[in-house]
């Protein structure tokens, strides 16, 4: 059964808008967010909620009141409970006046020191309602070693391991550059099978890490690695297969890629003004090689009565270098291939076998182009790897190379333009010419 992350992120409740005609403006947006999720098709309906900070405005009890009744009618729509929400604080999540007196780390030395378990008292302070309204409300509180929280830590949830990371601990005001997560809390976690390396395992539980802001607001040291400390960044990458995270009020865009490992999804606010692209996503899970997602965003010159429009979808192709090493890969291969349609980038029809991603040909997508060519350039160095040459493609009139893998047959096949290649990636042409010289072929 999938898995249907709906992610949600600022929220702002508690803001205190002055405008009438602002206040309306929130109230049709969030209410539009609970008619438009109500009236989701089955296969789309959510079985978990993920709210990546900023759920308050000023981190006070009356912010979260507010947020309780509507989170409430979300789960009414839903069918679920609060057991089924996933939460991390954001910058609106603390009581900035319980933050004076808390100095900001300047080095990692000084921030390892600080973020470790027991968490200190005193930076757990600001985010007292924030805590209680996830334990009012029931959410349950995340693992990290053998202690519960609910500012960090894991998670396991209907099959899916969810990773706390709070990048709220030092939020003032100015914070771009500024911010830590806490690598020690990230050790502990991996000392105790909490986070454990998945870049790679094709067996491993995946590993949704949710955090309020995107790492380029991270101290440099978190991103970058100067001494034998690792960088967090590329720490998390090789632990996590999906990031989820908030903050920048942005547009809605596809997934970016970390180090070569985890997807980062950043969220568009919920709702963050009338004059932000105020959105919501989807992610679909049916297993570690199939994931799609769809995103909404809210129009307000829609005068129909659904407002909130899709507006972004695609999949993952997550184990970009997977191999498939005996038959019953092969013939899960081909079965799917054959029942399910593909286009290419350019829209045209392809067949059976063209070369792609299991994800892939589950889902009917191709991989975005820049991850087609990660994926041609370790093929063209493959032995197993032989290619045939057409002088004309009876569809589009251009030349192509034909790829075939001999370990995989005809299941992994792709049709490349060698003009593209040449001007593109000309060390890649040359290894395919190479090997189609080879084998007695003239390009």
């Known amino acids: 059964m999938a898995n249907i992350i709906l992610h949600l992120t600022d929220l702002h409740f508690g803001w205190n808008i002055q405008s009438q005609y602002q206040r309306a403006e929130r109230l049709l947006t969030l209410n539009g967010i609970i008619d ?26 009356s912010d979260y009141e507010d947020a309780s009744i509507w989170i409430q009618r979300l789960l009414n729509v839903t069918g679920l409970s609060s057991n089924d929400i996933v939460v991390c604080p954001g910058n609106h999540d603390i009581e900035r006046a319980k933050c004076l007196n808390i100095m900001v780390p300047t080095s990692s030395e000084d921030a390892d020191k600080r973020l470790t378990i027991p968490i200190d008292p005193v930076l757990e302070a ?39 990371l709070n990048s709220a601990w030092y939020c003032r005001d100015s914070d771009r550059g500024k911010l830590w997560i806490g690598y020690p809390f990230l050790r502990l976690l991996e000392a ?20 309020h802001h995107p790492f380029n607001w991270l101290n440099e040291h978190e991103s970058h690695s100067y001494t034998s400390r690792p960088n967090v960044q590329d720490y998390l990458a090789n632990r996590c297969h999906i990031l989820l995270t908030g903050h920048e009020h942005a547009e809605i865009r596809h997934p970016d890629r970390i180090a070569n490992g985890m997807y980062h999804f950043g969220g568009p606010a919920t709702y963050a003004g009338s004059n932000y692209q105020n ?16 995103s909404y965003t809210f129009d ?11 507006s972004l979808e695609g999949s993952l192709p997550i184990f970009l270098n997977k191999k498939l090493d005996n038959h019953e890969s092969e013939s899960k291969l081909d079965h799917l291939s054959t029942n399910y349609p593909m286009e290419d980038i350019d829209g045209k029809s392809l067949g059976v076998g063209d070369f792609f991603e299991y ?39 251009i030349s192509t190379f034909v790829l075939i893998h001999q370990r995989m047959k005809t299941i992994v096949r792709r049709k490349l333009d060698p003009q593209y290649i040449l001007d593109n990636f000309p ?3 040359r290894i395919l010419t190479h090997k189609a010289m080879q084998q007695g072929l003239h390009p």
Do not use: M
Not at 49 to 61: P, T
Not at 149 to 163: D, N, T
Not at 300 to 310: A, F, H, I, M, Y
């Open 192 to 211: 105790q099978n909490q986070l454990p390396i998945v870049k790679g395992n094709e067996d491993a539980v995946l590993t949704v890490a949710v955090a």
């Open 126 to 164: 600001p985010f007292t309602h924030f805590v209680e309204f996830c334990q009012k409300l029931g959410i349950p509180a995340f693992k990290i070693g053998s202690s519960d929280s609910s500012l960090v830590g894991e998670r396991i949830l209907k099959g899916l391991r969810f990773i706390s």
């Open 300 to 310: 307000s010159r829609e005068s129909g009565l659904q407002p909130w429009k899709q």
């Open 359 to 397: 994800v892939t040909i589950v889902n009917g997508h191709i991989p975005p182009r820049e991850d087609n060519i990660h994926l041609i350039s370790r093929v063209l160095k493959d032995d197993d790897c032989i290619v045939t040459y057409g002088t004309k493609d009876a569809y589009s009139g």
């Open 427 to 429: 060390e890649q042409y």
């Open 36 to 61: 438009s999720i109500e009236q989701l098709p089955d296969i789309w309906k959510p079985t978990i909620i993920v709210i990546s900070g900023d759920i308050g405005w000023s981190g006070v009890k």
């Open 279 to 294: 959105g919501f996503r989807l992610i679909k899970i049916e297993d570690i090689y199939n994931i799609q997602h769809v």
